[in-house]
């Protein structure tokens, strides 16, 4: 049993359509981060959610945390092919630095 | 660029061979991570190095050896592989290992073990 579960893990759409991803455990978090690893480099840090409910922006992109804490949402309005890549949740347990990742969704945005 | 960055970028090699991955941060960092990336299975933490002290060993077999001559240098020294072994392994480094602090992730090395 995976600590975090993503869904979906793979999407393909076409440019300009929205779409939303998710990422779901049983437990509770202090916090939970979002990465984007493009094809060929390493993951790279979008946002770092740590309240629940808490909702953050990231131009087209909107994060939010689950009120309970145990959940998140990415959703992209407007995708265009520069979003392709795989998207990446992850956690520390509290006082721990290290990361438990999620598997991930690949997204791909078709021109 | 992330200002971490990893040699070689691709590898081949032999179940008989022994080579070293390098990789180098430019951030002034004082923790270095190595992660080891399979097709279909999450990003799993190898080692963490704090202060070139090796704080954490997540059950690695011993034919992974790392190294950490210094806080801006990490080596993972790799010796008798398997197939399975064949991965993308990222490292990564953050200014300490404390729990508000960002990792900044490598390109990674694709390593094939035939």
């Known amino acids: 049993t995976q600590l975090l579960e993503q869904s979906p893990q793979f999407l393909s759409i076409q440019e300009g359509e929205n779409l939303t991803v998710y990422c779901n455990s049983s437990s509770v978090f202090s916090s939970l981060q979002w990465y984007r690893q493009e094809p060929g480099e390493g993951p790279v840090l979008l946002v770092t959610?740590?309240?629940?409910?808490e909702v953050k922006k990231l131009k087209r992109l909107t994060f939010q945390f689950g009120d309970a804490r145990k959940d998140s949402s990415l959703h992209i309005t407007a995708a265009q092919p520069g979003d392709t890549g795989l998207y990446l949740c992850a956690v520390k347990a509290t006082g721990y630095s290290t990361l438990t990742f999620g598997k991930g969704t690949m997204l791909l945005v078709s021109p | 660029e992330t200002g971490v960055t990893q040699t070689p970028r691709h590898l081949v090699m032999g179940m008989t061979n022994k080579k070293s991955l390098k990789c180098e941060q430019h951030l002034g960092h004082n923790a270095m991570y190595w992660y080891k990336q399979s097709a279909k299975k999450p990003l799993e933490l190898m080692f963490v190095?704090?202060?070139?002290?090796?704080?954490e060993n997540n059950s690695v077999p011993s034919r992974f050896s790392p190294e950490c001559p210094n806080s801006s240098h990490l080596f993972l020294h790799l010796h008798t592989l398997q197939p399975e072994d064949s991965a993308l392994y990222l490292c990564?480094?953050?200014?300490?290992?404390?729990?508000?602090?960002?990792?900044?992730f490598g390109p990674g090395t694709r390593l094939t073990v035939l």
């Open positions: 990564a480094s953050s200014h300490t290992t404390g729990a508000t602090d960002t990792q900044y």
């Open positions: 959610v740590v309240t629940g409910g």
């Open positions: 190095y704090n202060f070139k002290e090796q704080t």
